[in-house]
């Protein structure tokens, strides 16, 4: 397969290229895709390549049909895993296919429906309130860097209540997420470690929690919801709850840092519906929603098709990997009109694809939603005046659309 070439012998730039997504015109080179050749080959250099399906129309279609393009079997990122891990990972929910994905999806969803996640909303106010007096202080001696020291707080904190891990390890357990979303970056990835390292020391900790907990009186928690729960007619066991465990903290940790972080960048960038947020907070729905659109936390998730099959007019083999490209679909201007470049918090409807679609669509979109809110209400509240004080950088990732630096000079 050479389809590189677009339909008239276009070349396209490598979007394979994690430093395509530091500092490229990412957006320019999306929407001369969509334009030109909306579902796009792309090779990569060690193993096969991948069909990038840019359109919005075109996304949902995969999302929407997971008996041709699955989840299960080679998973939801574009390197192929071993095989052992592979295997693991299928405990995920992310990773699994209907019916075993119905049936373990099923238990779980009235725990994350709005009106439970709801009740969550003053404890991660208090959580916000402490998270900003920490940084109100820290802002007093300068500028504070806002994407690790204060956006990357919150989610830990709230996934720790979610599941009921002890407070002292909640920053352990951040730790470990962090290494596991950052393997493309040189930077953040160090010496010595793997993406791979930091969720097989989650695991494990996993485990050991889910043991620990089976000999305690069961708590108002999820982690006792699922150890008690039935998933196709029979509890997890602790390696299935492990799996469970990694993919809920990373799943919510990285995601929502970013909403936070790039959302508050993206409102710095536009003071005049800042100053309006700030003046009606009745505006804050719509802003977090909006935030999730153009600052889309996940460039996109993977299928493999199990079947030949054709996709807007173009052959797909079966085992072919299939790429939703949500930073494209997001700006597809077929939906979201002349503006779709343009960052507008009224604007509506907002039919995104930042939480995937149908059967997969994010089981904590509640959840992320409502930090959102808390947050840059609280936020708001805290301080008069927020300022950048330097340029951005983003993570060298083509899968984390998110940022690692972001100076900001905050007073109260
Ligand atoms: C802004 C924050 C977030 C974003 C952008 C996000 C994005 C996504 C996306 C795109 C998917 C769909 C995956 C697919 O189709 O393959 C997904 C699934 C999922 N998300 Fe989120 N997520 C966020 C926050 C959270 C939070 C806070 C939690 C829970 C603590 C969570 C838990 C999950 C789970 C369990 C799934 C798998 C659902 C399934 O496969 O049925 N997410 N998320």
Redesign the pocket.
């Given at each position: 397969m050479n389809a590189h070439a677009g339909p008239h012998g276009t070349r396209f730039p490598d979007i394979y290229d994690p430093d395509l997504y530091v500092d490229g015109p990412i957006h320019k080179i999306f929407t001369d895709l969509r334009h030109n050749d909306p579902v796009h080959w792309q090779p990569m250099s060690n193993e096969p390549g991948y069909w990038a399906v840019m359109g919005h129309a075109d996304v949902t279609h995969v999302?929407r049909r997971p008996d041709i393009y699955s989840?299960e079997i080679g998973g939801?990122v574009l390197e192929n895993m071993a095989p052992d891990q592979l295997a693991q990972a299928r405990n995920?929910?992310?990773m699994?296919d209907p019916p075993r994905?119905t049936t373990h999806?099923k238990p779980l969803a009235e725990s994350?429906q709005a009106k439970v996640i709801g009740q969550m909303q003053d404890r991660i106010r208090e959580l916000c309130t402490t998270i900003l007096a920490a940084t109100a202080e820290a802002a007093e001696q300068g500028s504070v860097e806002f994407s690790h020291a204060v956006a990357g707080r919150l989610?830990s904190q709230?996934?720790g209540e979610?599941l009921g891990i002890p407070e002292q390890d909640r920053d352990q357990i951040r730790e470990w997420a962090e290494q596991s979303t950052s393997g493309q970056d040189p930077e953040l990835a160090g010496e010595g470690y793997s993406a791979g390292s930091g969720l097989g020391a989650m695991g494990l900790y996993a485990y050991q929690f889910a043991v620990r907990r089976r000999q305690e009186e069961p708590k108002e928690d999820l982690t006792s919801l699922i150890l008690a729960g039935n998933f196709g007619e029979r509890p997890m066991d602790d390696i299935e709850f492990a799996s469970f465990f990694v993919?809920?903290v990373t799943?919510?940790n990285d995601?929502?840092k970013?909403?936070l972080s790039s959302g508050l960048e993206v409102l710095l960038a536009h003071p005049d519906q800042l100053a309006e947020l700030r003046a009606d907070r009745s505006l804050m729905t719509g802003a977090v929603e909006e935030i999730?659109r153009y600052a889309?936390?996940?460039h996109y998730?993977r299928r493999t098709a199990l079947s030949d099959t054709v996709l807007d007019g173009v052959a797909i083999a079966a085992g072919d990997k299939v790429a939703?490209m949500?930073t494209s679909a997001n700006r597809d201007e077929a939906v979201f009109g002349e503006t779709a470049q343009q960052f507008n918090i009224r604007r509506s409807p907002n039919p995104h694809?930042?939480?995937?679609?149908a059967?997969?669509?994010?089981?904590?979109?509640h959840?992320?939603r409502l930090?959102?809110r808390v947050f840059f209400n609280e936020l708001l509240n805290t301080f008069s005046s927020i300022e950048q004080t330097g340029p951005s950088r983003r993570i060298r990732s083509n899968l984390n659309n998110g940022l690692k630096h972001l100076p900001i000079m905050l007073r109260r």
């Open positions: 999302a989840a939801v995920m929910l992310l699994m994905h999806r994350f989610p709230v996934v979610l993919q809920l799943a919510g995601t929502t970013t909403m999730l889309n936390p996940l998730f939703m949500y694809l930042s939480f995937g679609f059967q997969h669509f994010c089981l904590g979109v959840l992320a930090e959102g």
